[in-house]
């Protein structure tokens, strides 16, 4: 049970109590030199800047590829190492074999962003997407009659196919509820036309052949469209896959990306799951399918999903780490930026970007990135403590991959915009002898470290 404490500690938690490395590297102390840092333009070839140019709305046929980007050279490093740190209460092992790549104009953006409702033109985009030439009404999410004599007749169905007593009790009860809310339903409702008009947020419904609707809800949350009043209770299944293998998965994920072109939303596929129909609450309604998710990408790099929440840095001095209390800068916390399909049959079920970031304006075009060499450096640095390790189960990474990606750090003294910056992440799978839980650490986030001046970014 420790060993298993001590592999799910390392998936969910980076501690916060970090000891200064050798060299001053976390910087970024509430003393503007983070700021400082970013408006510190390097002086670059104007063609290496990474940028994003929207493509065109595709066509029924169009090929699914991912969505197109123009991007920065890249120049690939191998780096291969293998050492071991003292971590926590016990040895912490790592090996490293990745293939990093890094700008060849050792520069990446800077972006000033704040969440809020989508712009006219965006709402325009989605309505026409997602609605077409449908009657588009004001939300109403009451649900009427037909919905609970639909809902019987599956109970009934259910019913009738189910072996075990026990389960057919527990049918009879829904059949039960969903009686009483039938009775209580109204006949029908009256909804109010849409008036074409966008004031920022919106909740729009539109009508279906079948006389139900599909519905599209954005606000400065995110965006939210689903195919039905009541989606289907279902969850990704455990097996990701990070590319499409079968015709059946290629056809999902050619939708996806075509959704997201027409959107001009720049994204790359992070992973694909098969629905699991065995996980949801009993007689609750599911579907076989697949869910996708995305990175959004920003100046060509990606926006990880579980994208940094805080940033937490060193001890001042000896006394605050015999104290047990370090230096946390930052203290507001963001929603992952998570892009997410469910896609049964050829059929768009349900498709959320949840907060995503509005760029209020590009605050360098040209920010300096540290040298690889120096990331590297820090990571050595840092993995031991930042990593749990129980004692006498000692641990061992093999990290796999580091990438360049765009994380949010909070502004000091700014509750309501965030940067866009540049960050180095590293992806490891934990061998800790227990087979069971090393079967699902396979891509564990180990360490994240501010690309510009070296603090970790939790």
């Not at 109204?186 to 519905?215: H, N, Q």
């Not at 400065?220 to 896959?241: F, Q």
């Not at 800068?329 to 949840?354: C, D, H, M, Q």
């Not at 403590?385 to 990606?405: A, D, I, N």
């Amino acid at each position: 049970m420790k060993r298993i404490l001590c592999v799910l500690f390392l998936s969910l938690l980076l501690v916060a109590c970090l000891p200064t490395p050798d060299e001053d590297f976390v910087v970024n102390k509430a003393d503007g030199t983070l700021d400082e840092i970013i408006h510190a333009t390097a002086a670059p070839d104007g063609s290496a800047l990474m940028t994003f140019e929207p493509t065109a709305a595709p066509t029924d046929d169009a090929a699914p590829t991912e969505p197109m980007q123009t991007a920065a050279p890249m120049r690939t490093v191998t780096w291969t190492d293998s050492f071991s740190v003292a971590a926590a209460m016990d040895r912490l092992t790592v090996t490293v074999d990745a293939s990093v790549q890094t700008p060849e104009s050792g520069i990446a953006p800077v972006y000033r962003c704040t969440f809020a409702p989508p712009d006219q033109t965006t709402a325009s985009a989605l309505t026409s997407l997602f609605f077409g030439d449908s009657r588009v009404f004001l939300a109403e999410r009451t649900k009427t009659k037909s919905f609970y004599k639909a809902e019987m007749e599956r109970i009934v169905f259910e019913k009738e196919r189910e072996t075990e007593e026990r389960n057919r009790e527990e049918w009879d009860r829904l059949l039960k509820q969903a009686s009483q809310a039938y009775g209580d339903a109204p006949e029908d409702i009256t909804p109010v036309p849409w008036d074409g008009g966008f004031g920022g947020a919106f909740d729009l419904m539109a009508e279906k052949p079948d006389g139900t609707y599909r519905y599209l809800l954005a606000n400065e949350r995110g965006i939210s469209y689903t195919d039905a009043i009541e989606t289907p209770n279902t969850v990704p299944g455990r097996n990701p896959k990070f590319a499409p293998e079968t015709q059946e998965e290629r056809d999902a994920y050619g939708l996806a990306v075509r959704v997201l072109e027409a959107l001009h939303i720049d994204a790359e596929l992070a992973a694909l799951y098969p629905t699991d129909a065995m996980i949801r609450a009993f007689g609750t309604r599911t579907v076989d399918g697949y869910y996708l998710y995305f990175y959004p990408r920003y100046g060509g790099l990606p926006a990880t999903l579980d994208a940094s929440a805080r940033s937490f840095h060193g001890f001042d001095n000896a006394e605050e780490a015999a104290g047990g209390s370090a230096v946390d800068v930052y203290s507001v916390s963001y929603e992952p930026e998570t892009i997410e399909f469910l896609i049964s049959n050829g059929t768009l079920v349900r498709f959320r970007y949840v907060r995503p970031a509005h760029i209020l304006r590009t605050e360098n075009e040209a920010a300096q990135l540290l040298p690889l060499s120096k990331v590297q450096k820090l990571f050595k640095d840092y993995i031991g403590k930042t990593t749990y390790v129980q004692k006498g189960e000692p641990l061992t990474l093999h990290m796999h991959t580091v990438r360049l990606t765009m994380q949010r750090c909070p502004i000091e003294n700014n509750a309501t915009e965030f940067y866009l910056l540049p960050a180095w992440e590293f992806l490891a799978s934990v061998d800790s002898g227990n087979a069971f839980t090393d079967a699902y650490l396979k891509n564990v986030c180990v360490l994240r470290i501010n690309a510009l001046d070296g603090s970790i970014l939790r």
